[in-house]
């Protein structure tokens, strides 16, 4: 009698409709012919009764659901558990019709439910969609090892320039090295390397997307394989390219049919050159995996590394996750591969230039972290390589589909995802290499004021009064917002109001209550300018404990910014005019005062006095000397009332 139940396991997948029609269908075929049409008609009144008893139950069943805390998101296999389940209890019901309950999950621990198993994944559960073919290990970069230059002829060598010339990086040596290399044994802390994977909840599927513009077709292609020969199989769904307008050949109609051979990858193409942020959305929007995981064009992802990242969301479903990144150098290609024994982490901050950068984790961060299973909380992310709920991405609001090109997109997601409910995370066991470039081999179509404005943008949405701040470092950024040339942001305002977003000081108390706040309305700030030679002072590039120089004044803030602060520092976001002996230069050094519990070092504490109108000797209170320029060199010398080249003043 519960063949007619028991049979639709073995149905293949069909409609919704076939399906609630079956039972009784099956039922009227079992009828014997010789019975009479009221018998007919009964059993018809029967199944129509057990029709609108599952219509009922349905309806009820959504309310007798454990609630699943949104936005976990149900794969869709576990939504056919629930019909069968369904379709179970009504089997029952026809011969013993008892009040409706929930279903009793859990109730006879005997019972093995195999849709959602219990145990880990085994190894073999976890198979990559691709198994890497054997490597000749005396190929060029094999194991993930340096590429080893020789001789090169003048062809070679022109070949080489052009690489690094287009591509910003060592083209000629990728090009020579295996697409499908291996990056050696796993080695990473036992911790990651042994661990196991739940089976139930079940980790999700995801989509791998990867944004490119003129990327060099050996980065592209490895990028793409090294997902596929480490990725389990089970888990992605998807790749897809998003093509932002590259103009290269070989990333047309070559890529189209290189690619073809694989269903998993899907190719898509933006006709204009749009953006990262562009493309990442159109990626994002034909995703059909529950999570999504951005990367970049130019990776190589290490043993094990998407498995964390998927169980972290599982556990945390608003956990905006991103992979350990390591570096592979933009000469040789060598992957740094992890070191079981290594403790230290970084984290990612912004200084309020708005420039993202890296720090070590606080102590107290690290005190957190029982082992490297545990993920490291960060301030801001750098934005290339992470994965998110595609639910969770679409309810916290995408991105900015406003902001240009690229620039300031990873700060604004950061600033939005902990203002509005969701935390950054880096997963130390999950590895993956990059490309860092020393600079960018892209164009900026309308200039790089694009970037500017991105971050204008996100000061106007995000950061309150803080927004000054940014501001006064950043001229030009300070008349964009004057002007109202930022473009509308309204509809981002209404996004932060209806998510109930927390301000800036929340972010800057809870977040990152490390983080240096200059003063709202500092007494002076601006470029210091020496009235002897009429240039300004300059910390140059950003690059601690170098001498201090001077440069013709600008006017645009950045790095000839200064603020002469409460503490009385000469600052410089997070480095101090510090002063030195005898003829040494004087230098920028890492602040010593960071907030409460810190100190200025006496060298790094300047008195200010008035010698004329808005004209200052700069006096060391320690060392009694002034700041003086001479011979080009800021020094510190005995300090003369009349010597022009000790005069300073703010513009
Ligand atoms: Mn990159």
């Known amino acids: 009698m519960f063949d007619a139940g028991n049979k639709l396991f073995h149905y293949p997948r069909f409609k919704l409709k076939d399906r609630q029609l079956r039972p009784s269908l099956i039922m009227l075929r079992m009828l014997p012919r010789r019975y009479s049409r009221r018998l007919k008609l009964l059993a018809l009144s029967g199944a129509l009764f057990l029709m ?3 219509v009922t139950l349905q309806q009820g069943g959504e309310g007798t659901m454990s609630p699943v805390p949104w936005p976990l998101v149900l794969p869709s296999t576990q939504e056919w558990v629930k019909v069968f389940v369904r379709f179970a209890a009504i089997s029952n019901l026809t011969f013993q019709i008892v009040a409706p309950q929930p279903p009793s999950l859990g109730l006879h621990p005997t019972t093995v439910d195999p849709f959602c198993p219990s145990g880990f994944y085994s190894n073999v559960e976890l198979r990559p969609y691709l198994q890497r073919p054997p490597e000749d290990q005396r190929s060029q970069g094999a194991y993930g090892r340096a590429f080893v230059s020789r ?20 083209k000629f040596a990728s090009d020579r090295i295996s697409l499908h290399r291996s990056l050696g044994n796993d080695t990473r802390p ?3 390397v042994d661990r196991l994977f739940r089976r139930c909840p079940p980790l999700p599927s995801t989509s791998v997307i990867i944004v490119f513009h003129n990327e060099a077709w050996s980065t592209l292609l490895r990028t793409v394989y090294s997902v596929l020969y480490t990725a389990p199989a089970v888990m992605l769904k998807e790749i897809i390219l998003v093509d932002d307008a590259s103009t290269l050949d070989d990333l047309k109609a070559p890529l189209e049919h290189h690619v073809q051979a694989f269903k998993m990858v899907r190719l898509l193409r933006q006709q204009e050159r749009k953006g990262l942020v562009a493309a990442r959305l159109l ?4 995703a059909h995996g529950e999570v999504l995981t951005f990367l970049d064009s130019h990776c190589e992802c290490f043993h094990g590394w998407l498995e964390p990242l998927l169980a972290r969301i599982v556990q945390e479903p608003t956990a905006v996750v991103s992979p350990d990144i390591v570096v592979i150098d933009q000469n040789s290609l060598k992957f740094t591969r992890p070191v079981p024994t290594q403790r230290v982490h970084s984290r990612g901050n912004f200084d309020w230039s708005l420039n993202f950068g890296w720090e070590t984790i606080t102590s107290q961060e690290r005190s957190r972290l029982k082992d490297e299973t545990y993920p490291v909380r960060t301030p801001v992310f750098a934005g290339g390589l992470f994965s998110i709920s595609k639910a969770f991405f679409e309810h916290i609001g995408t991105y900015d589909d406003k902001m240009e090109i690229w620039g300031g997109e990873n700060i604004e997601m950061s600033f939005r995802v902990w203002l509005c409910g969701g935390q950054l995370e880096i997963v130390p066991c ?3 290499g990059h490309i860092f470039r020393s600079s960018s081999p892209h164009s900026f179509p309308n200039g790089t004021d694009v970037i500017v404005r991105n971050q204008v943008r996100l000061a106007e949405v995000w950061m309150d009064d803080y927004k000054k701040i940014f501001y006064r470092m950043n001229k030009k950024a300070a008349a964009i917002a004057q002007e109202n040339a930022y473009g509308d942001i309204s509809e981002r305002l209404r996004l932060k109001e209806r998510l109930n977003c927390k301000n800036f000081t929340w972010y800057l108390n809870h977040v990152y209550p490390e983080a240096y706040v200059p003063d709202l309305t500092p007494a002076l700030f601006g470029a210091v300018k020496n009235m002897g030679s009429e240039t300004c002072l300059d910390v140059g590039q950003k690059n601690p404990q170098k001498p201090v120089m001077m440069y013709p004044c600008h006017n645009l803030g950045g790095n000839q910014y200064f603020e002469f602060t409460s503490q009385q520092e000469l600052r410089h976001s997070v480095v101090c005019l510090h002063a030195t002996l005898d003829s040494e230069p004087v230098r920028m050094d890492p602040c010593t005062y960071k907030g409460k519990g810190t100190e200025v070092t006496p060298q790094q504490e300047w008195v200010l006095t008035l010698i004329l109108p808005k004209m200052f000797l700069l006096k060391n209170a320690i060392l009694e000397k002034c700041l003086t ?9 005995r300090c003369d009332l009349a010597h022009s080249y000790q005069h300073w003043t703010f513009i």
């Open 52 to 54: 609108l008893l599952l």
């Open 190 to 192: 036992p911790e990651c």
């Open 430 to 432: 999950s590895v993956v």
């Open 283 to 286: 990626g994002a929007q034909k």
């Open 151 to 170: 001789h090169l002829s003048p062809e070679e060598q022109r070949e080489k320039n052009k690489g690094l010339r287009t591509h910003c990086f060592n």
């Open 629 to 637: 320029l001479e011979g080009g060199k800021v020094v510190m010398k």
